[in-house]
Nanobody, 122 residues
Framework: QVQLVESGGGSVQAGGSLRLSCAIS????????VGWFRQAPGKEREWVAS????????YYADSLKGRFTISDNNYKDTVYLRMNSLKPEDSATYYC???????????????WGKGTLVTISS
């Protein structure tokens, strides 16, 4: 069973940056695609970005493209989400997830972390 552990959340002021990390217990074909999702209180879970770790291809939600960057450490055991120019509406619990194939909508994730809280103050 692949395990995912998020870290790096915290509180920052609007305009600031954060880098979230997702530690992956081990690589399998079922965890080739690693993605980030977020969920704010009272709102539905939203796909943020995904990374095909095998091919190095990144996919982003249109609304976040340009401010957020997904990457890995080339060892396939850590995936990052760099978030710049943060806004109060970016406040949410951010979850890391993994699945076999990257789908632009973020569907198909099999493994999930427990999340890390990000709070952006105005």
């Amino acid at each position: 069973q692949v395990q995912l552990v998020e870290s790096g959340g915290g509180s920052v002021q609007a305009g600031g940056s954060l880098r979230l990390s997702c530690a992956i217990s081990f690589y399998t074909g079922d965890s080739n695609c690693v993605g980030w999702f977020r969920q704010a209180p009272g709102k539905e879970r939203e796909w943020v970005a995904s990374l095909d770790t095998g091919r190095g291809l990144a996919y982003y939600a249109d609304s976040l493209k340009g401010r957020f960057t997904i990457s890995d450490n080339n060892y396939k055991d850590t995936v990052y989400l760099r978030m710049n120019s943060l806004k109060p509406e970016d406040s949410a619990t951010y979850y890391c997830a993994a699945g076999a194939v990257c789908i632009a909508t973020g569907n198909g994730m099999v493994y999930w972390g427990k999340g890390t809280l990000v709070t952006i103050s105005s």
